[in-house]
């Protein structure tokens, strides 16, 4: 189910379209997973022209077996009194809600945070927090969409538990980080449109700087050594052809299975960073060529080159 963990059949069909050569963004659309999660996926698994659904089943198996059960409840303390945890939890999700996140969310999100590490369920926090099962229910599912809440069934019962998991920060982390390149990449689409000469396209050259700078500041481990490399590789064909090449003669060149060019197209796409002072350019149905950035220069700078 959307949200829940990948499934057999799941990792199946990402196979599958890794191997027709669809991008992450298009397998997470028809999976209704966000990017994200199958971006992570594919590189805990090896790079996106090795990875295999048996051996990914069989390492996400491992793994479940491998975390720790559930620890009993502890006996509360003066500091864990109900009132105190209130409190604590009526401060931490205020600070969330500043960020942006809604208030009844957040709530819900920090109840789960306290928990033990066998979770809560839907009752538990409709009991805790003394609202109704529909606030609940929302702020659920808006949790699970940004990958910060897993459920699991409860040990012999109808329920599911929601719990929040170790890997909730990694994703949250490269979810904003993808937010943050997606910004950056939009900017410069919008200088490419108005023109570095005008007021519009100096305002989106200064905003997609700051967020070109802060998605590779953040960007950490979003891609794997093989994906960097073999995006480089790509950069460096494009280059060498002097002209715009597909997917299908990236991969032929370069002697590559079309789904390894296609995911180091999809690289350069999703972290511009790479090619930086290029830029990747689609000037057609798949067909991609490289250009310089344009907020690398200031216009005196590229009017001084031109004379």
């Not at 798949?286 to 590229?302: N, V």
Request: aromatic share 6%; glycine share 8%; with cysteine.
């Amino acid at each position: 189910m959307p949200g829940g963990r990948l499934t057999y059949e799941d990792r199946r069909r990402i196979a599958a379209w890794l191997a027709e050569g669809l991008g992450y963004a298009e397998i997470g659309r028809r999976l209704g997973r966000p990017t994200s999660t199958i971006s992570r996926e594919v590189a805990h698994n090896g790079a996106p022209a090795h990875y295999v659904a048996d051996h990914a089943q069989q390492v996400s198996s491992d793994r479940a077996r491998r975390r720790k059960p559930a620890r009993p409840a502890e006996p509360a303390t003066d500091e864990q009194s109900p009132e105190v945890v209130r409190g604590f939890v009526d401060q931490f999700s205020t600070l969330l809600a500043a960020t942006g996140l809604p208030r009844m969310t957040s709530r819900v999100f920090v109840c789960l945070l306290t928990a033990d590490a066998d979770g809560l369920t839907a009752a538990d926090l409709v009991r805790r927090l003394h609202v109704s099962p529909a606030s609940v229910s929302k702020s659920i599912g808006s949790l699970e969409t940004m990958e910060l809440v897993a459920r699991q069934p409860e040990p012999g019962g109808r329920r599911e538990r929601y719990v929040v998991d170790d890997d909730a920060w990694l994703r949250a982390w490269q979810a904003d980080t993808g937010a943050h390149a997606d910004i950056a990449t939009a900017a410069q689409r919008g200088i490419e449109i108005f023109g570095t000469e005008t007021t519009a396209g100096a305002r989106l050259g200064t905003m997609g700087r700051f967020f070109a700078r802060l998605s590779e500041q953040m960007s950490g481990s979003a891609l794997t050594e093989t994906a960097v490399y073999d995006a480089l590789t790509v950069l460096a064909a494009l280059v060498h052809a002097d002209r715009p090449l597909t997917p299908g003669i990236l991969a032929t060149a370069l002697d590559w299975p079309r789904a390894r060019a296609t995911a180091a197209l999809d690289a350069l796409q999703r972290q511009p960073a790479i090619a930086d002072p290029l830029a990747l350019r689609t000037i057609g149905p798949q067909t991609y060529a490289l250009t310089t950035r344009a907020d690398r220069l200031s216009p005196a700078q590229r009017a001084a080159l031109d004379q």
